[in-house]
């Protein structure tokens, strides 16, 4: 090495052989993960850290970033966002559904369909408060809603882009499930008003997973969908539809002031439906040490409370969270907890705006349709949270709206040589696809129809209609 010459240029030197742009960013080889502990070996590039969103409040948003298996300068770049709001996109996303791990015991073991088979996948812990994303001022997790969530997740994108700027003008997809019905189209929408001005996103589409899209009509799906798989009885539903419906109850919950006619209903409902069943997918076992929650916020009940191609681990998030607590796990990450005292799959500082929860997203579903970004929006077939039935309608009507018309009839769809589903699609810009046999998370229950999907989203083209 000549006197005077630093390691770092040396590495920088050698990274411009690899692309074109000429240099990795230093950020970019800070943030490159070794190995972490426990995987098993693997050929594709690993990254994570953090991208300051606000100077002057010291908030900084955490990702893990899993380069696609095979050519990835050749593949899209895809950006998850769990929802809640408040849950974790690394610890649910990456380690419980579509990354490339899972972890089991001591260690981690591969996800034969993993995302990252198709896609560049980049995972991010948002808002601020979530996982190991943080403000060293803690007044900032009092009062974060919808607006202040997709303003700090674009400024991330903005960030993320200039540690990797070979990935400027790939082709970008956001996807997501839950509470990012709301995440993902509110960021669509301020990343193509941000386009207009300045060309920096070359977005071809989004995907929501069982998305709360409209409140009224997601949450008021959720009694036939009880009664209809035999958790409750006609009675109870009866009164459930007539006296209290969901939104009703969830509506007063936030607002302090249940009734007691609402009240006795959603304690029958609860009793009937028991908390031994996981509301997130009705077939599946539970973990009896932690029931798997995607967020608090969407049951808001006082009440509530290689084994992976062979079985289902019921127990993920307990294992999850034994990982990403453990300080060679963190040290691997290039993570850090500031201001709580352990990582959790939900945040434990955040007070989200409820009130935003029932502000529907579909209209800016709609906008973004019209615009010319084309929208899936699927369903794990079996979750009681936000089931397909109330997304189902919600597609529907915002497809009629729009004068758009059924280029693919409803049919089903196939996963090898089984049923992987049902589909439709309008005016090849606006889809409904359900997951058979599907949780609210279903990359977690039904990991290869998710991929399947997944493919066939990205590549722009019609799911499978017969035998493969």
């Given at each position: 090495m000549h006197p005077g010459t630093s390691v770092a240029a040396v590495v920088c030197a050698a990274a411009a052989l690899l692309i074109s742009n000429g240099c990795l960013s230093m950020a970019m080889v800070e943030d490159k993960i070794t190995a972490l502990p426990g995987q098993p070996p693997v050929s594709f590039a690993q990254y994570s850290g953090y991208v300051e969103v606000d100077a002057m409040r010291?908030?900084?948003?955490?990702?893990?970033?899993?380069?696609?298996?095979?050519?990835?300068?050749?593949?899209?770049?895809?950006?998850?966002?769990?929802?809640?709001?408040?849950?974790?996109?690394?610890?649910?996303?990456?380690?419980?559904?579509?990354?490339?791990?899972?972890?089991?015991?001591?260690?981690?073991?591969?996800?034969?369909?993993?995302?990252?088979?198709?896609?560049?996948?980049?995972?991010?812990?948002?808002?601020?408060?979530?996982?190991?994303?943080?403000?060293?001022?803690?007044?900032?997790?009092?009062?974060?809603?919808?607006?202040?969530?997709?303003?700090?997740?674009?400024?991330?994108?903005?960030?993320?882009?200039?540690?990797?700027?070979q990935y400027k003008g790939r082709d970008l997809y956001i996807a997501g499930e839950s509470y990012a019905g709301h995440y993902v189209p509110q960021l669509a929408q301020r990343m193509v008003e941000f386009d207009d001005k300045e060309k920096l996103f070359?977005?071809?589409?989004?995907?929501?997973?069982?998305?709360?899209?409209?409140?009224?009509?997601?949450?008021?799906?959720?009694?036939?969908?009880?009664?209809?798989?035999?958790?409750?009885?006609?009675?109870?539903?009866?009164?459930?539809?007539?006296?209290?419906?969901?939104?009703?109850?969830?509506s007063e919950y936030y607002h302090g002031s249940i009734s007691t006619v609402c009240d006795r209903v959603m304690s029958q409902v609860t009793r009937e439906t028991s908390r031994f069943v996981d509301k997130y997918d009705v077939t599946l076992d539970v973990c009896i040490s932690s029931v798997l929650m995607q967020s608090q916020v969407l049951t808001?009940?006082?009440?509530?409370?290689e084994q992976l191609n062979r079985a289902l681990d019921v127990c993920v998030e307990d294992e999850t969270m034994n990982y990403l607590n453990r300080k060679d796990v963190q040290k691997a990450m290039h993570a850090q907890l500031n201001g709580v005292p352990k990582w959790t799959v939900c945040s434990s500082v955040l007070e989200y705006k409820q009130l935003d929860l029932q502000i529907p997203t579909i209209n800016i579903v709609g906008a973004l349709v019209k615009s010319g970004i084309p929208v899936l929006v699927y369903s794990g077939d079996q979750d009681s949270v936000i089931p397909l039935t109330g997304s189902r309608t919600l597609v529907h009507r915002l497809a009629k709206r729009l004068?758009?018309?059924?280029?693919?009839?409803?049919?089903?769809?196939?996963?090898?040589?089984?049923?992987?589903?049902?589909?439709?699609?309008?005016?090849?810009?606006?889809?409904?696809?359900?997951?058979?046999?599907?949780?609210?998370?279903?990359?977690?229950?039904?990991?290869?129809?998710?991929?399947?999907?997944?493919?066939?989203?990205?590549?722009?083209?019609?799911?499978?209609?017969?035998?493969?």
């Open positions: 010291k908030r900084s948003l955490f990702y893990y970033f899993a380069e696609a298996e095979l050519d990835p300068a050749t593949k899209p770049l895809v950006l998850w966002l769990n929802g809640g709001p408040g849950c974790s996109s690394v610890g649910v996303g990456a380690f419980s559904e579509n990354g490339p791990f899972r972890p089991s015991g001591n260690a981690l073991v591969g996800n034969e369909y993993s995302w990252n088979k198709e896609a560049n996948m980049l995972y991010l812990e948002s808002p601020a408060g979530v996982g190991f994303s943080y403000s060293t001022d803690p007044s900032f997790y009092g009062g974060v809603g919808d607006s202040m969530t997709a303003r700090d997740n674009l400024r991330f994108l903005e960030g993320w882009f200039a540690k990797f700027p070359n977005l071809k589409g989004i995907a929501l997973g069982n998305p709360v899209l409209e409140f009224s009509t997601d949450f008021n799906s959720r009694a036939e969908f009880f009664w209809s798989h035999g958790l409750i009885s006609d009675s109870t539903y009866n009164i459930f539809t007539t006296v209290c419906n969901y939104s009703r109850y969830v808001p009940s006082p009440n509530s409370t004068r758009l018309n059924a280029t693919v009839p409803y049919r089903v769809w196939f996963q090898g040589k089984q049923v992987g589903g049902w589909t439709q699609v309008f005016s090849d810009v606006l889809s409904f696809a359900t997951i058979r046999g599907a949780s609210h998370e279903a990359p977690f229950s039904q990991p290869e129809r998710s991929l399947v999907l997944f493919r066939a989203f990205l590549a722009s083209r019609p799911l499978p209609e017969s035998f493969e």
